[in-house]
């Protein structure tokens, strides 16, 4: 039986990444390995660590990652992308030539008789002001025009820096170490939202750059994918089991 695959926050392209060429290589192979097995593929955002398309441009380079996902989908695999807080501004491109189901909210679907519901994860019971603040500017679509009539040099420099700027902060201050159950906003929102909708067997996430797998009730558990950086971290569901693995080239992946 065909299986279904989970992952996210590669961030391809960051300037903060000194090894980014060999990580997209290394991503590029999984995919690689999983193709005769994939029935789908969730790229939970972040896949790239900054996106913005023009008109008649799309950012320099990722042409493995790109190249891989339209074989992927030219094969008959669902690949299934969700935009993150870095890879927001996706304006039709990915969808026409790599032939991905693009996602710009959260996912409640059925898959193989088990309820998931599926997210980036950014915003999800977060009570910060400033986040809430700049993920809706970022969504704004008056300030997505502005931001477009930028020299395409200026803008992607911009974006690239304030995405490095970010991903060093947060490594600075620790912020990608689990919380705890209690302090966890992804958690939490997870147990708030099952209160009315116990039917869903699985949360999955990205976004924190944690591994996770907690159980939030008898019947459903949740799952934080990690990262493709440094922990290159994916689950796999075969139908029966939900299981989360690290990526070993050369050895025996589901």
């Given at each position: 039986?065909?299986?279904?695959?989970?992952?996210?926050?590669?961030?391809?392209?960051?300037?903060?990444?000194?090894?980014?060429?060999?990580?997209?290589?290394?991503?590029?192979?999984?995919?690689?390995?999983?193709?005769?097995?994939?029935?789908?593929?969730?790229?939970?955002?972040?896949?790239?660590?900054?996106?913005?398309?023009?008109?008649?441009?799309?950012?320099?380079?990722?042409?493995?990652?790109?190249?891989?996902?339209?074989?992927?989908?030219?094969?008959?695999?669902?690949?299934?992308?969700?935009?993150?807080?870095?890879?927001?501004?996706?304006?039709?491109?990915?969808?026409?030539?790599?032939?991905?189901?693009?996602?710009?909210?959260?996912?409640?679907?059925?898959?193989?008789?088990?309820e998931f519901f599926l997210a980036h994860g950014d915003g999800m019971g977060d009570p910060s002001r400033t986040f809430r603040f700049l993920r809706g500017i970022f969504r704004s679509r008056v300030c997505q025009?502005?931001?477009?009539?930028?020299?395409?040099?200026?803008?992607?420099?911009?974006?690239?820096?304030?995405?490095?700027?970010?991903?060093?902060?947060?490594?600075?201050?620790?912020?990608?170490?689990?919380?705890?159950?209690?302090?966890?906003?992804?958690?939490?929102?997870?147990?708030?939202?099952?209160?009315?909708?116990?039917?869903?067997?699985?949360?999955?996430?990205?976004?924190?750059?944690?591994?996770?797998?907690?159980?939030?009730?008898?019947?459903?558990?949740?799952?934080?994918?990690?990262?493709?950086?440094?922990?290159?971290?994916?689950?796999?569901?075969?139908?029966?089991?939900?299981?989360?693995?690290?990526?070993?080239?050369?050895?025996?992946?589901?």
């Amino acid at each position: 039986m065909k299986q279904v695959y989970f992952i996210s926050d590669a961030h391809l392209g960051s300037w903060a990444i000194d090894h980014r060429r060999m990580q997209e290589r290394r991503l590029v192979r999984f995919l690689d390995d999983i193709k005769d097995k994939a029935q789908a593929i969730y790229m939970l955002g972040d896949m790239f660590d900054y996106w913005y398309e023009f008109k008649y441009v799309v950012p320099k380079g990722y042409t493995r990652f790109l190249g891989k996902i339209s074989e992927l989908t030219d094969l008959g695999v669902e690949v299934h992308y969700f935009i993150g807080n870095h890879d927001i501004w996706t304006f039709g491109y990915l969808e026409r030539e790599c032939g991905v189901i693009l996602h710009k909210e959260p996912l409640t679907v059925e898959i193989m008789g088990k309820e998931f519901f599926l997210a980036h994860g950014d915003g999800m019971g977060d009570p910060s002001r400033t986040f809430r603040f700049l993920r809706g500017i970022f969504r704004s679509r008056v300030c997505q025009f502005l931001y477009s009539l930028l020299p395409t040099r200026w803008s992607m420099w911009f974006g690239l820096s304030w995405a490095k700027k970010s991903m060093e902060k947060h490594r600075l201050n620790g912020v990608d170490k689990y919380l705890g159950e209690d302090k966890e906003f992804q958690v939490i929102y997870a147990k708030e939202y099952l209160k009315s909708h116990p039917d869903i067997n699985y949360f999955i996430f990205g976004h924190r750059h944690i591994e996770l797998d907690l159980m939030l009730s008898h019947s459903s558990r949740m799952l934080i994918l990690g990262d493709w950086i440094s922990q290159y971290t994916y689950a796999v569901f075969d139908g029966k089991t939900l299981t989360m693995h690290n990526y070993l080239e050369g050895g025996d992946n589901k």
